[in-house]
């Protein structure tokens, strides 16, 4: 019987890889496990339904690595991570000591980066029929924002960054902020996070807004924030939550479900200041139209006052006039009055003087009448003498005076 | 007393105003109260004698 031997085997085999499998060959695949030593990463590939139904492993030598990072840039991490679908361009090689081997060649960065597009898309679609894209927006921001539970990590330069334009505001506001450290970069961003979510949730009350801020440093693991796990909490947070991740390029799923995203730390610090000036601006304003309506309504009453006082000063005036007019019509009339009485009472008295001029006894006399009296008597009828007697009567004339008996009386 | 508070009686004093509510003499009370608000609200911010909750 035929037999060989081992390395006669496997050299054969090497033949057969070599000669069937010359080129590189472009293959899509997740990477299972990834290791990194001395500047070379070992990698076991899958390709899984719901089982795995390939496997193999691959190894990217420095030399390579270094050629991607040139050619693909530092996003090139991102995506040499366990649990990324990727497209590798791997040459095949059966080695008679080490068995098959795959080098890594080349990656397709956009596959990888289409993949995680779409992921991310379906996250979001689902995010938006589940309500939860708005849902932390809707939350209206309390009139101030001034406790703030914080979640970075203590040397993240975006943290000092948020603390220093904080506190050297102009306008001399205080936002206290607690810090809840989580890691921003690596594996365990999930997990921390997460976990600083539930402390904050429980002492909610404590606190007007949660800020997430990481800031500067690479972008590479911007990839960490579309995390769905992170972004459903976020969505469902019972506060307002600020992110200040400190990318500009795209936007990360938790900044989709935040209440708002500002693009660095300290565009999230200028938010919270902005917004408590806000506030300020609206109170000051309430108090300039306070007092602008007080001023009119003491003006009313100073217009009513004036009115009072016109109409009293004017009515007094024609209140003076009329009286002075009284007057004087009373004094006219008091003269013409005194004056027609006077004028009366010399009639008056001049008809007197002339009646008594009339009846001067002397101008009487004068005329040819005569005063008779009996014993110093004036006598006007005959009836004062007695029929039967002769009785000695006195007639006074105008120039002398007669002195007679009297003989007969008739009517 | 927080800040939405004192925003919401300040409203309510301006509408009082507003629509002729107030006579004179009330107003002047409501003025001063509302000056007490805005200084209230401004120290709060400025986080300037914490204890002030205490006085309203």
Request: charged share 30%; aromatic share 8%; net charge negative.
């Amino acid at each position: 019987m035929k037999s060989y031997s081992l390395h006669e085997l496997n050299e054969h085999l090497r033949r057969v890889v070599a000669l069937n499998v010359q080129d590189a060959l472009w293959v899509r695949c997740e990477i299972a496990q990834l290791n990194e030593s001395r500047g070379h990463y070992f990698m076991e590939l899958v390709e899984k339904e719901e089982t795995i139904t390939a496997k193999a492993s691959a190894i990217l030598w420095m030399r390579s690595y270094n050629k991607l990072l040139r050619e693909h840039g530092r996003g090139i991490r991102k995506i040499l991570k366990e649990g990324m679908e990727v497209m590798l361009k791997l040459k095949v090689e059966f080695h008679e000591v080490y068995g098959m081997q795959y080098y890594v060649e080349d990656i397709d960065a956009s596959f990888t980066l289409g993949k995680l597009a779409i992921r991310k898309q379906a996250i979001l679609e689902a995010f938006e029929q589940e309500g939860l894209l708005g849902k932390n927006t809707e939350i209206a921001l309390p009139a101030v924002l001034q406790k703030i539970a914080i979640i970075s990590s203590e040397n993240a330069a975006g943290y000092q960054d948020y603390l220093k334009q904080l506190e050297e505001n102009v306008f001399g506001y205080t936002v206290d902020s607690q810090m809840f450290a989580a890691a921003m970069q690596g594996i365990n961003v999930e997990e921390e996070i997460l976990f600083q979510l539930k402390r904050i949730k429980k002492q909610k009350d404590k606190f007007d807004a949660v800020v997430i801020i990481r800031g500067g440093g690479a972008k590479l693991d911007l990839m960490a924030f579309d995390n769905e796990k992170i972004s459903r909490v976020v969505a469902d947070f019972p506060l307002p939550v600020l992110t200040g991740i400190g990318h500009d390029i795209d936007e990360s799923i938790l900044d989709r479900v935040a209440h708002s995203s500002l693009k660095t730390p300290t565009a999230v610090a200028d938010f919270i200041i902005n917004h408590n000036l806000f506030f300020e601006n609206k109170l000051l304003q309430m108090g300039s139209e306070l007092s602008f309506l007080a001023q009119e309504k003491i003006q009313e009453q100073i217009f009513v006052l004036q009115n009072i006082e016109q109409t009293l000063q004017w009515q007094t005036e024609t209140f003076l006039k009329n009286t002075l007019q009284e007057i004087s019509l009373l004094e006219n009339e008091m003269q013409l009055s005194a004056k027609s009485f006077f004028q009366k009472e010399e009639k008056r008295i001049s008809n007197l003087e002339a009646i008594f001029e009339v009846l001067d006894p002397e101008k009487t006399l004068k005329r040819g009448f005569s005063l008779t009296s009996v014993d110093g008597k004036i006598i006007k009828s005959i009836k004062d003498l007695d029929p039967k007697k002769e009785t000695e009567i006195t007639t006074q004339l105008s120039d002398g005076i007669i002195t007679s008996k009297t003989k007969k009386k008739s009517k | 007393m927080t800040y939405e508070s004192a925003l919401k009686e300040l409203q309510e004093v301006i509408e009082d105003l507003r629509n002729e509510m107030v006579n004179v003499d009330d107003m002047t009370e409501k003025v001063k109260r509302a000056k007490e608000l805005i200084d209230f609200c401004k120290n709060k911010l400025r986080n300037v004698g914490e204890d002030l909750d205490g006085l309203f």
